[in-house]
């Protein structure tokens, strides 16, 4: 028997379990990038203020940081510039999240084993998991070319950009069958996995720094840093602006290379073992884990840390461009309108910081459904039942899952508006000022994330088989129409199906009190009717 014998049976399966996420995320990414090179191409409609824009990113190192280099000052390279990062993020992201759920996930509960004694070589696992996930990316990155072709695009740089998306992905799936191979648990591999994108970040955002202008003075030639970046390396193509195909080898040489090593490290290892010793407990449990809020917060502690500090630096970065931004688009009206929508207020700073707020609750609530979908994976593992054979009662368990994830986003929140506030302050010369103004500013949107954490509960105890896929699906519902809706004039009905539409717009608008009224009560009965139907269904389910 071979050691791939069973990969396509394996692929098949793959593809089954993973039917809704795969069509979220091959559907979703070019929807999202659609979206995107639409609202763009609003904003910048014309040569003048492509042109001033082609100058900000050029000059602006907290432009250059975020956004990346420019490739010229055509509609085409405005688009990929405005929506390279998140895209390229999405896809790298999206892609170590499916290996190593494949992988080590099916490891971690058991069902690598079973399948083991089947007729399945001992690659086939591993393999059929990068056949998926690299099948999905080159899928994903096809309909984005056409995404971006169908917003009137030139054919050769749609092709370009979108497989430089493509590549980013491509590229993180070889990464995450490596990370599978050296911890012992899927949370391990994926924060490894997480680990080497933000590395990948924070290299191709100072090689961008680091940058200067090419000879004619249209573009960035990024420095050394940012070619040791799978992020850079899509930047590198200069989709638009002259595009240089022979960079796409880069992403599948690397695919190439995680690919080898991590069979080899397979050979070298247990089924279920990892190359990382697993670090051993203290010999006797601490007196909090006795309740279910310190299990809560012994197993949600090291997900808030990592996204604490990725809220942190984001925050501080924010906070400085803010001071900028009159600069930035002194001479776009259309962009300085399209802050003024999001951020609600008519003073463009303070517009801006309330839209960066936004943003960040926005982002939180990924951390919301990523928390409350906990529930989920401990109910399929079986976890769940051990925990109620105790004298813990669903009521309680599920009641403290969901205050754990509300207490982590509301200190998430805190954090956002407190690091913003002091790098504009920094900046603008009051950081006392303006870190108190915008942490009160940033705790308002807390009643939004309660919504969330109560949709998600309630999803979870009416319909648990499909609460993972809705979750995932209505949360990105709400970030297309809190970030995209107001630009593209949706109607007013549409925007209030989002929680995020009724929050006040601090500081850059007055503060309503009776929308966080009605949404905090909103929040309770989705919470009730969470214990409610979760008490009266069998688990597992």
Partial sequence: ??????????????VRQDRIRLAVWVL????????????VAGLYPDAQTRLGYAETVLSSVVARAFNGPIAGAELGAVVVTETYLTLALLAALLSTFAVVRHTRRNEETGRAELLGASAVGRYALLTAALVVVAGANLLAAALLAL??????????GSLAAAAAIGGVGIAFTGVAAVTAQLSVTSRGANALAAATVGVAFLLRATGDVLGERSADGTRLDSAGPTWLSPLGWGTQVRAFGGERWWVLALPVALLVAGVVVALLLAERRDVGAGLLAARRGPARAASGLLSPIGLTWRLHRGTLAGWAVAVAVLGLSFGVAGNEIDAMIAE??????????LGGGSELVKAYLAAMLGLFAL???????????????????????????TAVSRTRWLGTQVLGAVLGALALLLLAGVTTGLGYGLAAGDPIGWTAELAGAALLRLPAL???????????????????????TVLIGFLLLGQ??????????VLNLSPYTHVPSAPA?????????????????????????????????
């Fill in 1 to 14: 028997m071979s050691s791939f014998t069973g990969t396509v049976r394996l692929a098949r399966l793959a």
């Fill in 28 to 39: 979703g990414t070019p929807l999202i990038g659609y979206a995107l090179a639409e609202s």
């Fill in 147 to 156: 995404a971006f072709v169908g917003t009137g695009l030139p054919v050769a």
């Fill in 332 to 341: 776009n009206p259309a962009a300085a309108e399209a802050i003024a929508q």
């Fill in 363 to 389: 982002t939180i609530g990924a951390y919301v459904v990523q928390a409350v979908l906990r529930t989920r994976g401990d109910e399929a593992d079986g976890v769940l039942e051990a925990l109620l054979a």
């Fill in 450 to 472: 309660l919504v969330v954490a109560g949709l998600v509960a309630a999803l979870f105890g009416a319909l648990p088989r499909w609460s993972v896929a809705l979750s995932w």
């Fill in 484 to 493: 995209l809706g107001a630009v593209l004039d949706l109607p007013q009905a």
């Fill in 509 to 541: 608008t007055d503060v309503t009190v009776p929308p966080l009224v009605v949404l905090t009560l909103l929040a309770a009965l989705l919470l009730t009717a969470a214990l409610k139907t979760f008490r009266h269904r069998d688990t597992p389910t």
